[in-house]
């Protein structure tokens, strides 16, 4: 079956310390995006990809680094800058383009907690 | 900044009922108007992907119209069920934009 597998599907680090979280794709989907939810707040965007080799910054980029090297995998590194990375990160997919009018397909998220 | 506001936050009704929530977004430059459901432990699965004023499509028992005029879109649920409940988001994107804006969603809980 096709789908978005992120990894783990829980995380604790230490502050202080990058971690880098999973998302891999076997949609054959061109676009793939980071987004990070809080309680009470609505998905907000991290960082998108629309073709390998090349990235964009989303609304909450700062702490934060992505590659895009391969088309089925878009792995996010939470860094040590990011002031409050404790979140629930969801990973996303779509074609064509930038989601646009195409849906999102979704992973089954990461919840990271940093003490 | 462009905003996104879902109605209500959360809602309980009896196995049976039918319900509708509100998703508002901005009315100028317009582009697509995405639903999406989201049960706990699973991920976000999409609903419908709007991007005609007055367009109303329908999946199951679940419905939605658009009205990009006055900015907003309404999802419908006929005779809920238990297995229903979950939280529904809609997401907008503009002509300009380039990725979607999510409002905080609608928490539905059916009680049997």
């Known amino acids: 079956d096709g ?5 783990p599907k ?3 680090r230490k502050e202080g310390q990058n971690v880098t979280l999973s998302c891999e794709q076997n949609l054959n989907h061109d676009a793939m995006y980071w987004y990070r939810q809080d309680p009470g707040q609505g998905l907000r965007l ?3 990809s629309q073709i390998v080799n090349d990235f964009q910054k989303g609304d909450i980029a700062e702490g934060y680094s992505v590659s895009r090297e391969k088309k089925e995998s878009f792995p996010l590194t939470v860094t040590s800058a990011q002031k409050n990375p404790t ?3 969801l990973c996303a ?3 064509p383009g930038t989601g646009r009018n195409s849906p999102l397909h979704f992973g089954n998220g990461t919840r990271l907690t940093v003490t | 900044i462009l905003n996104v506001e879902q109605s209500p936050q959360s809602l309980h009704v009896q196995e049976g009922d039918s319900t509708n929530f509100t998703c508002s977004f901005p009315s100028s430059n317009f582009y697509a108007l995405h639903w999406y459901r989201w049960e ?3 991920s976000p699965e999409a609903l419908f992907v709007m991007t005609l004023n ?4 329908k999946k199951g028992r679940i419905s939605a119209t ?3 005029k006055e900015g907003y879109s309404y999802l419908y649920i006929k005779g809920s069920q238990p297995e229903d409940s979950a939280t529904y988001l809609c997401a907008f994107i503009g002509q300009a934009g380039t990725a979607l804006i999510f409002g905080k969603g609608t928490t539905l809980s059916v009680s049997s």
């Open chain 1, 3 to 7: 789908g978005i597998t992120q990894s």
């Open chain 1, 10 to 12: 829980y995380l604790f």
């Open chain 1, 46 to 48: 991290i960082y998108y």
């Open chain 1, 87 to 89: 979140a629930f990160y």
């Open chain 1, 93 to 95: 997919s779509s074609t």
């Open chain 2, 40 to 42: 706990t432990a699973k």
């Open chain 2, 54 to 57: 007055g367009d109303e499509k």
């Open chain 2, 66 to 68: 658009l009205n990009t």
